[in-house]
């Protein structure tokens, strides 16, 4: 599970910027803010030697 656990006031600070950006939260999860303003939840794994990036829904 994630290490690196950011408080809830963290991500719901996060505001567009002028490039897509992530807030990090460890083993692969991550926070994805884009330049629109849309904040969704990430994680990226490895199977079968293959890089995958799974949506996990928005904030």
């Given at each position: 599970m994630a290490k690196n656990i950011n408080k809830d006031v963290t991500y719901k600070a996060a505001k567009s910027k002028e490039k897509n950006y992530m807030i990090?939260?460890?083993?692969g999860l991550f926070l994805f803010v884009g330049k629109n303003g849309a904040k969704l939840w990430r994680f990226i794994y490895t199977f079968n030697k293959t890089r995958q990036k799974l949506a996990l829904g928005s904030l």
């Amino acid at each position: 599970m994630a290490k690196n656990i950011n408080k809830d006031v963290t991500y719901k600070a996060a505001k567009s910027k002028e490039k897509n950006y992530m807030i990090n939260d460890g083993d692969g999860l991550f926070l994805f803010v884009g330049k629109n303003g849309a904040k969704l939840w990430r994680f990226i794994y490895t199977f079968n030697k293959t890089r995958q990036k799974l949506a996990l829904g928005s904030l």
